[in-house]
Nanobody, 113 residues
Framework: QVQLVESGGGLVQAGGSLRLSCAASGFTFKYSIMKWFRQAPGKEREFVARITWASGGSTYYADSVKGRFTISRDNAKNTVYLQMNSLKPEDTAVYYC?????WGQGTQVTVSS
């Protein structure tokens, strides 16, 4: 079955950086479109970034993170990453990895001001 396991979250000061990882299994990763979403307290889950299946695949970002976050993938490791720079308090949320209808358990990112 499909499994998505996120890691890399934590507490960071505003302006800092974190790199999230999502280890995937149970499907043909190299042909998958992978996405990151986030959900802040009291808010709906929102799209963050997407990467298509090809190595060096095309990427797409929410306006709120464009220029600060970078999504990438390593098809040899079945892993998708989210590099987050210049973090802001409003980036505080649980970050989820997504493939099709499948979700990971999420990893908490907290940005202090």
């Amino acid at each position: 079955q499909v499994q998505l396991v996120e890691s890399g979250g934590g507490l960071v000061q505003a302006g800092g950086s974190l790199r999230l990882s999502c280890a995937a299994s149970g499907f043909t990763f190299k042909y998958s479109i992978m996405k990151w979403f986030r959900q802040a307290p009291g808010k709906e889950r929102e799209f963050v970034a997407r990467i298509t299946w090809a190595s060096g695949g095309s990427t797409y970002y929410a306006d709120s993170v464009k220029g600060r976050f970078t999504i990438s993938r390593d098809n040899a490791k079945n892993t998708v990453y989210l590099q987050m720079n210049s973090l802001k308090p409003e980036d505080t949320a649980v970050y989820y990895c997504n493939y099709n209808i499948n979700w990971g358990q999420g990893t908490q990112v907290t940005v202090s001001s």
